[in-house]
T-cell receptor
Framework: DTGVSQNPRHKITKRGQNVTFRCDPISEHNRLYWYRQTLGQGPEFLTYFQNEAQLEKSRLLSDRFSAERPKGSFSTLEIQRTEQGDSAMYLC??????????????FGPGTRLTVL | DAKTTQPPSMDCAEGRAANLPCNHSTISGNEYVYWYRQIHSQGPQYIIHGLKNNETNEMASLIITEDRKSSTLILPHATLRDTAVYYCIVRVGGTSYGKLTFGQGTILTVHP
């Protein structure tokens, strides 16, 4: 399977704990996106990477959240001191990085986080 | 990016055409209309996009009104596997890197 993969698929943690999610994009894609989706809502943009550079962060991404893409391949999203409001599906997407407008984003299956 | 308005839910009989409307009355001249869908427990999937001309691909057709203030996604022969949340997204072209702004979408239920 050469699609976007995310691990773990499910994570249950206690409030105050740190969690880290991993996203492996499609191999030739140099753009990588993180979104968050709560129940009944559409996904919300969190942050975006072009290769290893993090080029935009949403105001939704508080200082408890940090994302990295150290070698321009896989990415990690870490949430420190989790809160119950962080419970959501965290989606990763990737796309090619040409100058074209219509680079289709390919989404992974998501990591569902539950904070108790 | 312009805001979109979609009905919260729609039903369609299997084998019939599903017509999903989207209003984007504040769309700008350089904004494109995109459709994605999200099947339960999966990430969103790209369907189609257009600027002002009607578009068709193997999945669907996109009809954009002449004033570009609304559009309709057409699934010509809906199947049970088309049951999903459908998102209409309007996004600036040009040098945009492609951030997608999702609304709440339309829940399409295809029934036998």
């Amino acid at each position: 399977d050469t699609g976007v993969s995310q691990n773990p698929r499910h994570k249950i943690t206690k409030r105050g704990q740190n969690v880290t999610f991993r996203c492996d994009p499609i191999s030739e894609h140099n753009r990588l996106y993180w979104y968050r989706q709560t129940l009944g809502q559409g996904p919300e943009f969190l942050t975006y990477f072009q290769n290893e550079a993090q080029l935009e962060k949403s105001r939704l991404l508080s200082d408890r959240f940090s994302a990295e893409r150290p070698k321009g391949s896989f990415s990690t999203l870490e949430i420190q001191r989790t809160e119950q409001g962080d419970s959501a599906m965290y989606l990763c997407a990737s796309s090619v990085g040409t100058s074209g407008l219509h680079n289709e984003q390919f989404f992974g299956p998501g990591t569902r986080l539950t904070v108790l | 990016d312009a805001k979109t308005t979609q009905p919260p839910s729609m039903d369609c009989a299997e084998g019939r055409a599903a017509n999903l409307p989207c209003n984007h009355s504040t769309i700008s001249g350089n904004e494109y209309v995109y459709w994605y869908r999200q099947i339960h427990s999966q990430g969103p999937q790209y369907i189609i996009h257009g600027l002002k001309n009607n578009e068709t691909n193997e999945m669907a057709s996109l009809i954009i009104t002449e004033d570009r203030k609304s559009s309709t996604l057409i699934l010509p022969h809906a199947t049970l596997r088309d049951t999903a949340v459908y998102y209409c997204i309007v996004r600036v072209g040009g040098t945009s890197y492609g951030k997608l702004t999702f609304g709440q979408g339309t829940i399409l239920t295809v029934h036998p």
